[in-house]
């Protein structure tokens, strides 16, 4: 890479409105600060960028980890042939049943099956962006409580729990985030939901919620908003927590699959103040 690493590194969209690929930047070397800085323009502009080819060690991994801020929590996700459940396979945050949810997630391919295992990514920001003025004027102020009701792990089982009751979405206890949060970044607006997570408002029953919930989780996931990546074995794929939701295509069955996943130590989402 020469000394002018803006000129090198080379930021190409992959979909209409999320997503970008990086070249030009070889993740087993070390490089300028600017480099990575133009790194995270790219990761806040576009909220999940990729990688090819690069098939780095534990300890690169890490460095690369380092440059965008405290490692959180470091594990292999392995999904073995005779397992049928797949870890991530509906919409949903990382984490966004705690406090201060990770504020990105990296996950490095080791090993690939042969076809499927796509991981499918979807914006918030033009989500947000396409409601109706009524409703973001509804929404912003608004939070909703996240809890992890299902007692959602990272097993493969082959059987899913057992959907709770209304009555247990109600009394479940959790934190409180904003609906509408603004990137503290771009500036942004975002909708700040989780389907795994997000289980009624401030205020409301569950069933008062339920079906503005589910309005906007269907929303969230059209097709417009999303980008779809296909692994190969070095690929990288690093999202941002507080704006991307992502899904893992579970359609690999009698296959292996290992990723090595990080993520990043975050901080509380901002309410957005205006719609």
Not at 184 to 192: I, K
Request: glycine content about 8%; hydrophobic content about 35%.
């Amino acid at each position: 890479m020469s000394t002018d690493v803006a000129a090198d590194l080379e930021v190409h969209p992959v979909g209409g409105l999320i997503g970008a690929e990086i070249r030009g930047l070889d993740l087993s070397s070390d490089h300028p600060d600017e480099a990575y800085a133009a790194v995270r323009r790219a990761w806040a502009e576009h909220g999940v960028i990729f990688f090819r080819d690069q098939h780095l060690t534990d300890e690169q991994r890490e460095r690369f980890a380092l440059r965008f801020g405290q490692i959180r929590t470091k594990q292999q996700l392995r999904k073995e042939p005779d397992q049928t459940r797949n870890v991530g396979e509906s919409w949903h945050v990382d984490m966004t049943c705690f406090d201060e949810p990770p504020i990105g997630t990296m996950l490095f391919a080791e090993e690939c099956p042969e076809r499927g295992g796509d991981t499918m990514f979807a914006g918030m920001v033009p989500a947000y962006r396409d409601l109706s003025d009524g409703l973001k004027h509804t929404l912003v102020g608004m939070r909703a409580v996240h809890a992890n009701v299902r007692k959602l792990g990272m097993g493969y089982e082959n059987t899913s729990p057992p959907e709770p009751s209304v009555a247990e979405y109600d009394a479940a206890e959790g934190v409180l985030h904003p609906v509408i949060t603004r990137h503290p970044e771009t500036g942004r607006n975002v909708l700040y939901l989780n389907p795994e997570y997000a289980v009624r408002f401030e205020g409301w029953t569950r069933r008062e919620s339920l079906p503005l919930l589910r309005y906007l989780f269907d929303h969230g996931g059209k097709p417009e908003y999303c980008t779809r990546f296909t692994w190969q074995p070095g690929s990288i794929a690093f999202w941002d927590n507080r704006q991307v939701w992502h899904l893992a295509v579970n359609d690999y069955h009698g296959m292996r699959r290992v990723m090595n996943r990080i993520l990043l130590t975050g901080t509380p989402p901002v309410a957005a103040n205006t719609p």
